[in-house]
């Protein structure tokens, strides 16, 4: 199971769409599925809308968050269509809101049916529910499809550092860490209440950098790239 953020489908400006992200995330999860890999993406949609953006607009935080579980379908239909034009595998987006006539509504049978028959799922809408985020529905699929692991997709960084690398150039990454330890130094990975219920769990992630090519494949093959949490 993967996480890929919003952002990693938008340009330099974090927003919207740049064509060329939704081809290289197909290139790279296309990677993932040649090896034989069962694979399910769960895909945000902050390079859209963010719930917690509500106040600003003067609108109430559900309603925020039902454009933000939208901005997730209209991701999730991009790398359908980037996937489906490089004839890597067949493609399902399953939705935690009904969008008949656009995709299947998520079953947690049929996901797993899909995954078995090597369909590549793509999973949007979230939760379906609001004031929670596609972190959360990440590590809720990851558990309740029995994932090996979660591949979350960082953009700008290749793990998990002691302090934020981008302000401090001495900043050390973290090969593995346990989730006490990440909690206890404050670190942040996700989404605090999702991070704890994967750590519940004893769910296994893997954090990376969205931008190297072959990273989620090579992550899958065993190999030690960005960071490992583990229980
Ligand atoms: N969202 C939600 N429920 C969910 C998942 C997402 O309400 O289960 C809304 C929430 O407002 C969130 C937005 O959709 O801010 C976009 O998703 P998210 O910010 O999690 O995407 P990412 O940061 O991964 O791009």
Redesign the pocket.
Known sequence: MA??????FAGASGAGTDPARPAWLADEIAAVHHLGTQIAV?????????????ESWGIE??E?????????VM?ALMLRGALTSRGAAEVRVMT?VAMQGIAEPFVRLRADRHLRAGRIVLLA??????????????VQRALELSADALLVAKRGVDGVYDRDPRTHPGARRYAHLTYREAIARKLTVM?ATAFVLAGEQGLLMHVFDVAAAGAMAAICEGRDLGTRITA
Do not use: F, H
Request: charged residues 20%.
């Open positions: 996480k890929i953020s919003g952002e990693a769960v895909v945000g949609g902050g390079n859209y809308v963010r719930g917690r953006q509500a935080r559900a925020a968050d039902e454009i933000g579980m939208l901005g997730t991701n935690a809408g979230g939760t379906g529910q609001p004031y929670v985020t596609a972190d959360y529905a990440a989404d």
